[in-house]
C-alpha cells in the first residue's frame, strides 16, 4: 500500500510512533533482522569518521540507495563541519571539488527545520537549489535527523532508490531506527575521541615541561612549545611571539611542517597592530579566516585560515603568545579543541616563566664568575707577569751574552702585549650585558673571549667580508647563540686543544640568496657514535627556521680528526 500522498514529498512528522507489534508490514518484518545486525555493526566502532563511513553504507544497504551521506551540523547550528558520503567514487567526487556546506538548498532546509522529508523528485522541490558540475543524477530523496541526546548532530541522507523506484514508509521507519542508533554510537565516539583528546594534550603539556626540567635553554623549550602546540592543534604552523622593547611582539620560535617554507623567526608585529593590543592586554584572538580578518593581517597570518592566537599569562602578567593557525578553508576550531588550547597556553606560561628564571639565574651566575675572574686576573695574574718580567729584565742587563739579552727582551715585550690583552678581557669581563657594543664582529670576539676561560686558551679567528654591516640583527643575534653553542659542546666534548672559528658574510647559500656561514673546528675527539645531538638539533632548527642550514663534519686534527660545525643563515 503506497504511503499518502502528502507524505510522498514533503516534510514528515518528527514523532511519528513506528507501527506497532500488530501493524508491521511484511516487508518491515523481513528486514527486521538486517537492522538489527546493522545496528550492531555501527555501535561497535569508537572512532567518529569510521562510525560514519560505517553508517552511511549500512543505510544504504538497508534503504536500497545508490548514494548515503551524513552532513555533520556545526557548532553554531551555521551549515556543515563534515560531510560524509557514500556511493560517490573517488575521481567523481574530486571531479565536483568543494563538498555541500549546508548553508542553501535542500540540505540547508534540513538544518533549518530537522524534521523527516522524503522526496519522490527532489529536484522538482523550490528548495532545490540544483547540482553542481560532474555531480551524478538523483531523484528519489530521504533524510532524517541524528540526535546526540537532546543535540542535533546532523542528518542522515539517502539518494536515489534502487529500481528507479520512491522510498517507502518502511524504507523511512528504517532509517529513522538507523538514526536513533547512530547518535547514540556517535555520542559514545565523540566521548572516546574527546578522551583521547584530553590526554594528547595533557601529554603534550608534560613534554614542555620535561623538557625545561632537563636542562634545556630557553630556546629550545619554546620550540617544543611551538611543536607541540602545533601538532596537538592539528596546525599548519605553531609561533611563539614574545613583546619587544618597543611594544610589538616578535616571533622567537616557529614549527611548521616538513613540506611548508620556513622564513617566520624573527619576523614583528608592530605595537599599533589591533593584534598585538588585544594580545597584550590578555585577549584571546580567534579568527576563521586570517587572509580576510582586518585584526590578523600581518606577515604572521598570512596564507593562512581558521587561527587561534592565545595571551601566554602568568599571575596576571602578559610573557608572550602562542599562535597555532590552519590552512585556507580547513575546519574552525571546536569549544573543545579552544578550551584545551587555552589550558596548555597556561602550562606553556608556566613554562616560560621557569625559562625566565633559569636565564636570570644563569646570567647571574655568569656575571658573578665573570667579577671573580676579572679580581683574580688583575689581583694575581697581572702582578705576577709584571713581576717576572721584571726579574727578566734585570736579567737582560745583567747579562754579557748579545744574543740573550735579545732573547730576554723578546720575552719581556710578549709580556707586556699579554699584560695588555689581559687588561683588555678584564674590561669586557666587567662590562654589563647592556654595555656591549652592537657590532656583529665585536659580539663574536666577546663570546671567543669569554669562552676562552674554560678552554683554559684562546681560539684562533677569521672574519671574511664586511660582516658588522651586511648581517641583520636578527641573523646577528642567532649566529652569536650558535657560536655559543659550539664551543660549549666543544669544551663538554671535544677535550680540544686548538680551536678555529670563521665567520663568512656575503656567502651564497644553496638557493643563491646571500647568506652568513659560521664554522667553528676543533682538533678534539669528534662525535662519539650514539651520543647525544640535542644541541646540534637545536643549532639545525635555529638555521632553518631563518632559511638556512647546519651540519658538521671532519675537524682540524691530524688526518681530520676532531669535529667541524656548520652554521649558515639569510642575511
Not at 38 to 48: D, H, I, P
Not at 209 to 234: F, I, K, M, W
Amino acid at each position: 500500500m503506497p504511503p499518502p500522498a502528502e507524505n510522498r514529498s514533503g516534510s514528515l512528522p518528527d514523532d511519528a510512533d513506528l507501527p506497532g507489534p500488530h501493524g508491521i508490514s511484511a516487508e518491515l518484518a523481513v528486514r527486521i533482522p538486517q537492522l538489527l545486525a546493522a545496528m550492531r555493526s555501527v555501535g561497535s566502532g569508537t572512532e567518529l569518521h569510521l562510525t560514519l563511513d560505517k553508517l552511511c553504507e549500512t543505510a544504504a544497504a538497508l534503504g536500497g540507495a545508490r548514494y548515503a551521506a551524513i552532513g555533520v551540523v556545526a557548532e553554531d547550528g551555521q551549515g556543515l563541519s563534515d560531510f560524509v558520503h557514500h556511493g560517490v567514487d573517488s575521481a567523481t567526487a574530486r571531479a565536483i571539488g568543494h563538498l555541500p556546506d549546508g548553508h542553501r538548498g535542500l540540505l540547508g532546509a534540513l538544518i533549518r527545520d530537522p524534521r523527516p522529508l522524503r522526496l519522490a523528485d527532489l529536484t522538482t522541490d523550490p528548495r532545490s537549489c540544483g547540482f553542481p558540475p560532474h555531480h551524478p543524477p538523483m531523484r528519489s530523496f530521504l533524510g532524517v535527523p541524528i540526535r546526540v541526546e537532546e543535540e542535533i548532530f546532523g542528518n542522515l541522507y539517502l539518494a536515489e532508490k534502487e529500481g528507479g523506484a520512491e522510498f517507502t514508509e518502511e524504507d523511512l521507519q528504517i532509517l529513522r531506527v538507523l538514526a536513533t542508533e547512530a547518535g547514540i554510537a556517535i555520542g559514545n565516539a565523540r566521548l572516546h575521541e574527546a578522551s583521547k583528546q584530553r590526554e594528547r594534550w595533557i601529554d603534550g603539556s608534560v613534554a614542555v615541561t620535561t623538557s625545561l626540567l632537563s636542562g634545556s635553554d630557553a630556546d629550545e623549550a619554546l620550540t617544543v612549545v611551538a611543536e607541540q602546540a602545533r601538532h596537538l592543534a592539528d596546525a599548519r604552523a605553531g609561533f611563539v611571539l614574545l613583546p619587544t622593547e618597543e611594544g610589538g611582539m616578535e616571533v622567537v620560535a616557529a614549527s611548521s611542517r616538513a613540506d611548508e617554507p620556513r622564513g617566520a623567526m624573527g619576523l614583528v608585529i608592530p605595537a599599533d597592530s589591533v593584534l598585538v593590543r588585544e594580545l597584550l592586554a590578555g585577549r584571546p584572538v580567534l579568527v576563521d579566516d586570517a587572509t580576510s580578518d582586518p585584526r590578523v593581517r600581518t606577515e604572521v597570518g598570512a596564507g593562512f585560515g581558521p587561527s587561534m592566537m592565545l595571551p601566554l599569562v602568568s599571575d596576571d602578567r602578559v610573557l608572550g603568545a602562542l599562535v597555532t593557525p590552519r590552512s585556507v578553508g580547513a575546519r574552525h576550531f571546536t569549544e573543545t579543541e579552544r578550551t584545551l588550547a587555552t589550558q596548555f597556553a597556561t602550562q606553556a606560561a608556566l613554562a616560560l616563566r621557569m625559562a625566565e628564571a633559569q636565564r636570570d639565574r644563569e646570567r647571574l651566575a655568569v656575571l658573578e664568575d665573570r667579577d671573580r675572574i676579572a679580581r683574580d686576573l688583575h689581583d694575581l695574574v697581572i702582578q705576577r707577569l709584571f713581576a717576572t718580567g721584571m726579574m727578566l729584565e734585570t736579567a737582560q742587563r745583567r747579562s754579557d751574552a748579545p744574543a740573550v739579552r735579545e732573547k730576554l727582551g723578546n720575552a719581556v715585550d710578549e709580556l707586556d702585549v699579554t699584560i695588555q690583552e689581559i687588561r683588555t678581557a678584564i674590561f669586557a669581563l666587567q662590562q654589563g650585558p647592556a654595555d656591549a657594543p652592537a657590532g656583529l664582529r665585536t659580539r663574536v670576539l666577546r663570546e671567543i673571549n669569554l669562552a676562552a676561560v674554560p678552554l683554559g686558551f684562546t681560539p684562533s679567528h677569521r672574519f671574511l667580508g664586511p660582516v658588522d654591516t651586511l648581517v641583520g640583527e636578527t641573523t646577528g643575534k642567532n649566529l652569536v647563540a650558535a657560536l655559543r653553542e659550539a664551543l660549549s659542546n666543544a669544551f663538554r666534548h671535544s677535550g680540544a686543544g686548538r680551536i678555529e672559528v670563521i665567520v663568512e658574510a656575503g656567502r651564497p647559500l644553496p638557493d643563491g640568496t646571500p647568506g652568513v656561514r659560521l664554522t667553528v673546528a676543533d682538533d678534539g675527539v669528534g662525535i662519539a657514535a650514539g651520543g647525544r645531538r640535542s644541541g646540534l638539533r637545536n643549532l639545525r632548527r635555529r638555521a632553518e627556521s631563518l632559511g638556512g642550514s647546519s651540519w658538521y663534519g671532519p675537524g682540524i686534527g691530524e688526518n681530520g680528526g676532531g669535529t667541524s660545525v656548520v652554521w649558515e643563515a639569510a642575511l
